[in-house]
């Protein structure tokens, strides 16, 4: 007796089988993960003698002098004039507007809350994913993005979210989760012809020039600035910028923006971790249930559809 396979009655339930990471796909989320929950620490280390202007186009130039050495031995692929419109707005709202808003946040914020709150990016990536990517929205990662936000609420609620300030590091925060998501949004489509590389390249060149009105501000910092703060901003220009953008966009050229998008969930739970290593900051109980739901969310995300079996003779 053979057993084939049917298809599914249900179109949401055949979108949703997702593929199986490959290692090397695997290790650059891994990367990406570890080198973005450092940068919301770093930020929160520097924040009291950079500005957040001055901050990122320290971080963006550094990152674009890394980035042009990996490019060395590599072919460059001529982008088209749809392509160069994408990665424009690509550099300027997650290289340069990001950046800017996160690390303005990050001055009235502590480094867990604005992870929290920056991390509603991948839902509105799913969605703007499924909408005019053409990923869908499949059953599962719909699951496992509700229960990850879930958990960042969780989150949210044990750092007393609701009281901080007069608001305004809130709104920071949100606008880099837009910023976050428009950029990732237009990134996904260029990277189906170019080398995520160059892809990687321009967009943080595109922040640097974007970022460049901040000048002055950054030779007035860097001349008050300990020099424990100047290497933090040549980290994050190396690590989190450099190195991670390249991952970021590997794994991004392999698998759809909304699946890639959800696994960032687990950055507000390694936040939290690492501010209690460097900062003997103790999390909330409710934090660490809500850092628990998000890697389960972020489990559910990648869960593959059944595909039902009929059992025929032979």
């Known amino acids: 007796m053979t057993r084939i396979p049917l298809p599914s009655a249900d179109p949401v339930a055949q979108s949703t089988v997702a593929p199986k990471l490959s290692p090397s796909v695997l ?26 202007g001055s901050l990122a186009l320290a971080r963006l130039v550094v990152g674009t002098v890394v980035l042009s050495l990996l490019l ?3 072919r460059w692929v001529r982008p088209t004039g749809r392509e160069w419109l994408l990665i ?27 992870a929290m709150i920056v991390n509603i990016g991948p839902l509105l990536i799913a969605l703007g994913a499924g909408v005019f990517l053409g990923d ?25 979210i609701t009281g901080v300030g007069d608001g305004t590091g809130v709104l920071w925060s949100l606008v880099a989760a837009v910023t976050y998501s428009i950029g990732v949004l237009c990134q996904k489509p260029v990277l189906r012809r170019l080398p995520n590389r160059q892809v990687t390249f321009l967009g943080c060149a595109i922040g640097a020039i974007a ?6 501000s950054l030779v007035h910092d ?18 989190p910028t450099a190195i991670a953008f390249s991952t970021w966009a590997y794994a991004l050229s ?21 501010a209690f290593l ?8 409710l934090a660490v249930v809500g850092g628990i739901v998000c890697l389960v969310g972020v489990a559910l995300s990648r869960k593959r559809a059944r595909v039902p079996f009929t059992a025929v003779g032979s």
């Open 222 to 239: 860097l001349s008050r600035a300990p020099v424990s703060s100047v290497f933090g901003a040549i980290y994050l220009g190396v690590v």
């Open 72 to 74: 060395v031995g590599h």
């Open 254 to 274: 392999k698998m759809s923006a909304g699946s890639l998008a959800v696994t960032t969930y687990i950055v507000p739970a390694l936040v939290v971790l690492e």
């Open 136 to 160: 869908g929205i499949p059953r599962w990662l719909l699951i496992g993005a509700g229960v990850a936000f879930l958990g960042v609420v969780l989150i949210g609620i044990s750092s007393g």
């Open 88 to 114: 424009v707005v690509f550099g300027i709202a997650w290289f340069a507007a990001y950046n800017v808003s996160l690390n303005v946040a990050e001055h009235t914020l502590d480094a867990g809350t604005t």
């Open 27 to 52: 290790i650059a989320i891994i990367v990406t993960l570890l080198a973005w929950s450092s940068a919301f620490i770093v930020i929160r280390g520097v924040a009291p003698h950079f500005t957040g």
């Open 278 to 285: 460097f900062f003997r900051e103790v999390p909330a109980p």
């Open 211 to 216: 970022c460049t009105p901040f000048a002055g």
